[in-house]
């Protein structure tokens, strides 16, 4: 069965400083990965998406994300963060080749320090 | 970019109470979705839809039944509410050509004493 982990459920950093957001799945066909960002009070939007090709891909807002078959991991990054990061990130992964049915991790919540 | 609205906003019932949970989407699109979300569970999707009349049981469906009667309106009932299904319930839309794109409504907050 298809799984998410997504290991760290909360992480702090200070504006400034860099940031990684873990993220490992478990699927046994071609994973289509995802990043999706909740804002406090409101729903999910999408940060970036994996299909192929390279295995970094660039999202809004200064984000970027590895895929890494060996691994099965697909890690966030962003070089700096800003206070408006602070938000709960969810890692995805498409399970339904023509359904659209994604599997969401449990979620991390970033907190910036100003 | 695709709005998605939910209605009500926040809803307290009781157990054993009749709920209905509404979700509209403007752009027409062919996929909707009702997710709810728990601490410690993230998103999981109780049901789907293609399109008008058609419905798709998800992974966590029991308890919940979803009626989409036109491309714009999903619905999802709670028949019987029960204290375990007190939650923040999202409803979403994606198009079938950028089905992973999917765009999110503010989410409905529901509790059920």
């Known amino acids: 069965a298809q799984s998410v982990t997504q290991p760290d459920a909360r992480v702090t950093v200070s504006e400034g400083a860099s940031l990684q957001l873990r993220c490992k799945y478990s699927y046994s066909g071609t994973p289509y990965l995802f990043w999706y960002v909740q804002y406090p009070r409101q729903g999910l939007q999408l940060l970036l998406k994996?299909?192929?090709?390279?295995?970094v891909v660039q999202g809004v807002n200064g984000f970027e994300a590895e895929f890494s078959k060996s691994n099965s991991s697909f890690h966030l990054r962003k070089a700096s963060v800003h206070w408006s990061d602070s938000a709960v990130y969810f890692c995805?992964?498409?399970?339904?080749?023509?359904?659209?049915?994604?599997?969401f991790g449990h979620g991390t919540i970033l907190r910036v320090h100003p | 970019e695709a709005a998605v609205t939910q209605s009500p906003r926040n809803k307290v019932t009781v157990t054993g109470g009749n709920v209905t949970l509404s979700c509209r989407q403007t752009n027409s699109h062919n996929y909707m979705y009702w997710y709810r979300q728990d601490t410690g569970h993230g998103l999981r999707l109780i049901h789907y839809?293609?399109?008008?009349?058609?419905?798709q049981i998800g992974d966590v469906p029991d308890g919940y039944k979803a009626t989409r009667t036109t491309q714009e309106d999903f619905f999802l009932l709670l028949e019987l509410a029960s204290p375990s299904q007190t939650s923040l319930y999202f409803c979403?839309?994606?198009?079938?050509?950028?089905?992973?794109?999917?765009?999110f409504g503010p989410g409905t907050r529901l509790l059920v004493l």
């Open positions: 979403a839309s994606s198009d079938y050509q950028t089905q992973d794109t999917q765009y």
């Open positions: 839809s293609y399109g008008a009349g058609n419905l």
């Open positions: 995805v992964l498409r399970t339904g080749a023509n359904t659209g049915k994604l599997t």
């Open positions: 994996y299909y192929s090709g390279d295995p």
